[in-house]
């Protein structure tokens, strides 16, 4: 069973960057896609952005697509979410999830994914 674990959350300003990671570990790493997805405080969790080795990027959120970037590298095990020109709604706490290849339909929802990571809290200020 794969186990997910998500860093690189903190506080920057509007217009700034910061870059996610999610190492995977206890499974084979192309056997996944993954997924990151947020939830903003008052608000249900939504799909950010997804990966998979076999079909390549599955989804950008509306939201994101031009600012964000979701990029995986096999040799670490880790998926990364790279984000440029942030905004304060982008303030969230950020998860990332992963489901066995082939085991979805458009990588956008929640429910699609079976393992979770802990999340980790961006904060963008005015």
């Known amino acids: 069973e794969v186990q997910l674990q998500a860093s690189g959350g903190g506080l920057v300003q509007a217009g700034g960057s910061l870059r996610l990671s999610c190492a995977t570990s206890?499974?084979?790493?192309?056997?996944?896609?993954v997924g990151w997805f947020r939830q903003a405080p008052g608000k249900g969790r939504e799909g950010v952005a997804s990966i998979s080795s076999d079909d390549g990027i599955l989804y950008y959120a509306d939201s994101v697509k031009g600012r964000f970037t979701i990029s995986m590298d096999n040799a670490r095990n880790t998926v990364y979410l790279q984000m440029t020109s942030l905004k304060p709604e982008d303030t969230a706490v950020y998860y990332c999830?992963?489901?066995?290849?082939?085991?979805?339909?458009?990588?956008?929802?929640?429910?699609?994914?079976?393992?979770w990571g802990q999340g980790t809290l961006v904060t963008v200020s005015q």
């Open positions: 999830a992963a489901v066995v290849e082939g085991d979805y339909n458009s990588g956008s929802t929640e429910h699609e994914f079976d393992y």
């Open positions: 206890g499974s084979t790493f192309d056997d996944y896609a």
